[in-house]
């Protein structure tokens, strides 16, 4: 089993989507750009997994120093992580991404941002302690 982190930014009551994209795009407060910044740094050389929109919205700049894989729901999560076994695997969302492979996350890194409007997609604390013993 490789690595299975998880790499994702909520707003002040667990927001983290809205109309596809993030709540807070086009945002220019430093935090903002620093929380984006942080996130192509830390995934870089590693394996991004994560649903399809999340995935298309990986700029072109981003697409070539890391391994970007596509999830889909008929896809068994073992066995999709089983093929990067010798790798650090980011989890990246969506939010019933993240529902699905909560059970094999050892690492959370959760950047909390200034922002307290609308969202359609939320961050769940559940998955924080969600069953499983492919975690350990
Ligand atoms: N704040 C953050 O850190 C953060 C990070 C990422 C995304 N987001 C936000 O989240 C939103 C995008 O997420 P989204 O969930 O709407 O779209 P998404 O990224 O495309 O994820 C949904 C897709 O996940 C796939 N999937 C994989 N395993 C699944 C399973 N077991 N059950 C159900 N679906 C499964 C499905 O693909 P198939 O239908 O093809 O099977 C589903 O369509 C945007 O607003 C984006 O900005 C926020």
Same mark, same amino acid.
Request: aromatic fraction near 12%; include cysteine.
């Given at each position: ?28 407060? #430093? /935090? =903002? ?6 996130? %192509?740094? &830390?995934? +870089? ?13 990986? #700029? /072109? =700049? ?6 970007? %894989?596509? &999830?889909? +729901? ?63």
């Amino acid at each position: 089993m490789p690595d299975v982190r998880s790499i994702c930014a909520i707003g002040l009551r667990g927001q983290m989507g809205l109309n596809g994209v993030l709540p807070w795009e086009g945002e220019q407060h #430093p /935090e =903002f750009i620093a929380d984006v910044a942080r996130f %192509f740094d &830390i995934t +870089r050389g590693h394996v991004l997994i994560a649903g399809e929109k999340t995935i298309t919205a990986i #700029p /072109e =700049f981003a697409r070539h120093d890391r391994t970007l %894989f596509v &999830i889909r +729901r008929s896809m068994d999560p073992a066995q999709v992580l089983a093929q990067f076994s010798d790798r650090v695997v980011y989890v990246g969302g969506g939010p019933v991404a993240w529902g699905v492979y909560a059970p094999f996350i050892r690492h959370w890194d959760i950047n909390r941002l200034p922002y307290d409007g609308e969202a359609d997609r939320w961050f769940d604390p559940q998955w924080l302690v969600a069953g499983g013993a492919a975690a350990v």
